[in-house]
């Protein structure tokens, strides 16, 4: 089983800066991909950073150019720098992993975190 514990959100100031860390624990494989998705209130889950370990990052267009993810030498942990914040970045964000040495590829979610974009 993985487990994924979030930290560092909380409230922040429309213009502002925060990041994010999601700490991975037990058993998965180092082909993997983590990340980072958020729930707006009233809206569906969107992405809005993936690090395919070795293969690249994507990123959600809302957040492009904004957001930057990355990951410990270790490849254990994944952090979210988010700078330029905006109202509508409010939302609960959730880490995210698959394990892409598994054939079912599993998927796995932290509890999710809340950010609060507000003056």
């Known amino acids: 089983q993985v487990q994924l514990v979030e930290s560092g959100g909380g409230l922040v100031q429309p213009g502002g800066s925060l990041g994010l860390s999601c700490a991975a624990s037990g058993s998965f494989f180092s082909r993997n991909v983590m990340g980072w998705y958020r729930r707006a209130p009233g809206k569906e889950r969107e992405l809005v950073a993936l690090d395919t370990n070795g293969g690249g990052t994507n990123y959600g267009d809302s957040v492009k150019g904004r957001f930057t993810i990355s990951r410990d030498n270790a490849k254990t942990t994944v952090y979210l720098q988010m700078n330029s914040l905006k109202a509508e970045d409010t939302a609960v964000y959730y880490c995210?992993?698959?394990?892409?040495?598994?054939?079912?590829?599993?998927?796995?979610w932290g509890q999710g975190i809340l950010v609060t974009v507000s003056s």
């Open positions: 995210y992993l698959r394990d892409d040495g598994r054939s079912t590829r599993p998927e796995f």
